[in-house]
């Protein structure tokens, strides 16, 4: 992985933990912490749409990937908080 790809997969997953917190929360979880969140969704989100056989390519696709797997890691975190 080169740099260009390392800072992009950052800035993506910053993004994507950022829309992620303020959709399930209404607030971010600062700069590392989105970052984790939106990596962490991004993977979670690709394994998703492979299963369902969804592809989204480009800067906007791994965005909304990323988003999506934020989100549904964001609740399953939720759910497993409460109990």
Same mark, same amino acid.
């Given at each position: 992985?080169?740099?260009?790809?390392?800072?992009?997969?950052? =800035?993506?997953? &910053?993004? &994507?933990?950022?829309?992620?917190?303020?959709?399930?929360?209404?607030?971010? %979880?600062?700069? !590392?912490?989105? !970052?984790?969140?939106?990596?962490?969704?991004?993977?979670?989100?690709? %394994?998703i %749409?492979?299963?369902?056989? =969804?592809? &989204?390519?480009?800067?906007?696709?791994?965005?909304?990937?990323a988003?999506?797997? &934020?989100?549904?890691?964001?609740?399953? =975190?939720?759910?497993?908080?409460?109990?």
């Open positions: 992985m080169g740099t260009n790809s390392l800072i992009l997969t950052l =800035v993506i997953g &910053a993004l &994507a933990g950022w829309l992620a917190g303020n959709i399930m929360k209404g607030k971010g %979880f600062g700069v !590392i912490g989105n !970052i984790v969140v939106g990596i962490i969704g991004a993977a979670l989100g690709g %394994f %749409f492979g299963l369902l056989g =969804v592809t &989204a390519g480009g800067l906007i696709g791994s965005l909304i990937t988003t999506v797997g &934020a989100v549904i890691l964001l609740y399953i =975190v939720s759910i497993v908080k409460k109990t």
